[in-house]
């Protein structure tokens, strides 16, 4: 490591500026400069000639000496004598210079231990090889909850339960305009809430390219202007996300199918879409495509949402049909041909024919690429990063977080996760439980979870009880005519404690979060239907079903405590 003393600076713009100058010398490999200590610490070649170094600061108006630094040994390399420098007699986070904290990704998970790094007096290296901002607000959750609102208006123009009193009509639909207005707010959202934020940090540099591995301190990364660059650090996070997973059905990738990126993005509503998948992200677009426009057909390798509480798959299976949207399940496509434009899918109940093919089977950890055994870094079959609660890999200066590790793959467990990462690279010592983890799918009617199912239950030894509330019981959901779905409490027996609700209701979304508090209070079924809920509102479901586990609500006034 060289180090250098440089007089003149006087702001953290000016430490930017020569770190910029640094970096371009041939040979520097990256450098660290402080514009509260005066100094600049490089990591660099060994025929990198001082002249050089001093000479770039020089031509920025400030003046650079070389300090005194170990004497070189010949036989080691420059790795060797960089640790040398980070070693026992000088740990990450001493007086001498901030932590080097690595995060590779600029997504939710990423943000959030960037952020937090930095409050907890880190200096970051951010590495993005594509848009900042990640999968939720560049192609997730933001444009697919703007074209599901959009398709939901759409309906309801079409047909709602007062078509007797509201004059029904069908909507004329532009797509061009809606992905307009749609990739604006992205835009905005993505400028506002990750751009915008990292320009204004002085203490977060970003890189644009793509990182590997060297071995477990140290990167490289391949710029996206051509050159290379080797970031060293103390802590490294891993936040790369996921991918959309493609099926090894025969012709699929010879075709030019969809994934939710490019079905995200299309400006115009196919004729007639087929939809292979069966959980949130297929079944999310399938029925707003359905709602703009297409004849959608669902090909489910065996039933709706066939991982949760099997009374959720009937009950958007029964929705999905009631609007006309085919759901064939059990059926798996054994071929895919594209012709003349048309695709053609064989399967064991005859050939189901299409203009567009979306598949949504489920999503890939972006770990291949990474070079993780040089880090020393364990994945599993799927290619996730192995983590504990603390987010800790099997390395011990490198994390993960977020949709790339084995974590439930949720922007906020993201999030919630890159936090507590940052504060653990940092010297603390935090958990992420995910014991009352809430789960929202933006169907509609919406699928709302939280906590236990009574299979999952079952599976973990947990004697329960359950009770489930169909929707023509509770007020709200009678005076706004729609009765679809249904409210299901699960309690521990004997104690009565509430350890999990599954909904599929209008904005189940917005009644979960109640649920997922009542789970983390720990309060029993009677604690509940004993709580004060606001009378014609959906969430007061939650009581009248825990009301259920001792009285008949049938025989009970509509406001009844």
Known sequence: MTHLKITGMTCDSCAEHVKEALERVPGVQSAFVSYAKGTAQLAIEPSTLPDALTAAVAGLGYKATLSDAPPADNRAGLLDKIRGWTGAADKPGGNE?????????????????????????????????????????????????????????????????????????VPATDRSKLLAQQQARVDELRHA??????????????????????????????????????????R????????????????????????????????????????????????????????????????????????????????????????????LEHTQASQVAHVDGEYVLTTAHGELRADKLLIATGRAPNTHSLALEAAGVVVNAQGAIVIDKGMRTSSPNIYAAGDCTDQPQFVYVAAAAGTRAAINMTGGDVALDLTAMPAVVFTDPQVATVGYSEVDAHHDGIESDSRLLTLDNVPRALANFDTRGFIKLVAEAGSGRLIGVQAVTPEAGELIQTAALAIRARLTVQELADQLFPYLTMVEGLKLCAQTFTKDVKQLSCCAG
């Open 236 to 327: 490294c996070l891993v936040a790369t996300g996921a991918s959309p997973a493609v099926p090894p059905i025969p012709g699929l990738k010879e075709s030019p199918y969809w994934t939710s990126t490019e079905a995200l993005v299309s400006d115009t509503i196919p004729k007639r879409l087929a939809v292979i998948g069966s959980s949130v992200v297929a079944l999310e677009l399938a029925q707003a495509f359905a709602r703009l426009g297409s004849q959608v057909t669902i090909l489910a390798r065996s039933t709706l949402f066939f991982r949760e509480d099997p009374v959720i798959g009937e009950a958007v299976t029964a929705a999905f049909r009631a609007e006309g949207i085919e759901v």
């Open 97 to 169: 210079r901030p932590l080097q904290v690595a995060v590779i990704g600029s997504g939710g998970a990423a943000m959030a231990a960037a952020l937090k790094a930095v409050e907890q007096g880190a200096h970051v290296t951010l590495i993005e090889r594509g848009t900042v901002g990640g999968t939720c607000v560049n192609i997730g959750c933001v444009p697919s909850k703007i074209m599901i609102r959009a398709a939901h208006i759409a309906h309801l123009r079409r047909e709602s339960p007062f078509d007797s009193g509201i004059a029904a009509t």
């Open 193 to 234: 809430k990750y751009e915008g934020i990292l320009d204004g940090n002085p203490a977060i540099t970003v890189l644009h390219g793509e990182a590997h591995f060297k071995d477990d301190q140290s990167l490289v990364v391949r710029l996206n202007d051509g050159s290379e660059r080797v970031v060293m650090f103390d």
